[in-house]
């Protein structure tokens, strides 16, 4: 989106997105929210008064993207900046058959 097209929104449209941006961005990969690991003296929640339980659960997708990451890791290219990601078949006109 063009700044300007963001600057004719009203203000408190404004506000919203950018308070919804600033949350998102406290959300970790793992699903926590870094205050939410903080008391209000700013030390970190002992274990069992924190707001989280660490559960364990399967999932073939996970099972998929880590085996994709320890086969890659054992060619001799560099990884650095490679990630891996799910997207909907025959989603954005890519070739599906592309191997990967």
């Given at each position: 989106m063009?700044?300007?097209?963001f600057?004719?929104?009203?203000?408190?449209?404004?506000?919203v997105?950018?308070?919804?941006r600033?949350?998102?961005s406290?959300?970790?990969?793992?699903?926590?929210?870094?205050?939410?690991?903080f008391?209000?003296?700013?030390?970190?929640?002992?274990?069992?008064?924190?707001?989280?339980?660490?559960?364990?659960?399967?999932?073939?997708?996970?099972?998929?993207?880590?085996?994709?990451?320890?086969?890659?890791?054992?060619?001799?290219?560099?990884?650095r900046?490679?990630?891996?990601?799910?997207?909907?078949?025959?989603?954005?006109?890519?070739?599906?058959?592309?191997?990967?």
């Amino acid at each position: 989106m063009r700044w300007s097209e963001f600057k004719g929104w009203s203000e408190y449209d404004q506000a919203v997105v950018l308070a919804w941006r600033k949350a998102g961005s406290e959300i970790h990969r793992c699903g926590t929210v870094t205050s939410e690991w903080f008391g209000p003296d700013g030390r970190v929640l002992a274990p069992g008064d924190d707001a989280y339980v660490l559960e364990k659960t399967y999932c073939p997708g996970c099972a998929d993207l880590e085996e994709a990451r320890e086969e890659a890791s054992k060619s001799d290219a560099s990884m650095r900046g490679v990630s891996f990601h799910f997207r909907p078949r025959g989603a954005y006109d890519i070739d599906d058959d592309d191997g990967v």
